[in-house]
T-cell receptor
């Protein structure tokens, strides 16, 4: 099975700065990597999906990259706002097994 | 669109009792639903996958007789925790997927179970 590691449990940044989160996978190269936002006591909310043949994906202030050589995805929140404070989860699945494997998440706190 | 609800949002029960959690897709037909469990500061762990009208497929280490899953319709799946014990206390989250899009799962808001 796939192992997903998000190597920062917590990230504190100043409002307006860019938050960069890391997601590493250790086994097979997943066909897809997904990023979710989870607020305390709530279920995850889908943010972005990137395919293994895509280098970069953007959505408003969010950017995701996928580097199959490094076995890594980076998630960027630009011009961060206090409302971006949440836990961000990385998840992967292969093309023949659509079950998601989740990382433990990185909790981002944006200070005003 | 693509809203998934769970009921109840939280439940407290005594040890030895059974608890049923409902997961509903409100505006789409969910051919597949997934049940996850999340302990504090840990990742979501998949418990089982259920397809409408068939038996659920459980992940390794999950007791099928303890966590009963029923997916009787395209909009409803239920998880029953039988003879619950304090170690079953956790955050249970369901997700749903449509037949046409295997990549995206829509998650419910979760159910906090506390077993005394």
């Amino acid at each position: 099975s796939q192992k997903i590691e998000q190597n920062s449990e917590a990230l504190n940044i100043q409002e307006g700065k860019t938050a960069t989160l890391t997601c590493n996978y250790t086994n097979y190269s997943p066909a897809y990597l997904q990023w979710y936002r989870q607020d305390p006591g709530r279920g995850p909310v889908f943010l972005l999906l990137i395919r293994e043949n895509e280098k970069e994906k953007r959505k408003e202030r969010l950017k995701v990259t996928f580097d199959t050589t490094l076995k890594q995805s980076l998630f960027h929140i630009t011009a961060s706002q206090p409302a971006d404070s949440a836990t961000y989860l990385c998840a992967s699945h292969s093309s023949n097994d659509y079950k998601l494997s989740f990382g433990a998440g990185t909790t981002v706190t944006v200070r005003a | 669109g693509a809203v998934v609800s769970q009921h109840p949002s939280w439940v407290i029960c005594k040890s030895g009792t059974s608890v049923k959690i409902e997961c509903r897709s409100l505006d789409f037909q969910a051919t597949t639903m997934f049940w996850y469990r999340q302990f504090p500061k840990q990742s979501l762990m998949l418990m089982a996958t259920s397809n409408e009208g068939s038996k659920a497929t459980y992940e390794q280490g999950v007791e099928k007789d303890k966590f009963l899953i029923n997916h009787a319709s395209l909009t409803l799946s239920t998880l029953t925790v039988t003879s619950a014990h304090p170690e079953d206390s956790s955050f249970y989250i369901c997700s749903a997927r449509t037949a046409g899009n295997y990549n995206e799962q829509f998650f419910g808001p979760g159910t906090r179970l506390t077993v005394l």
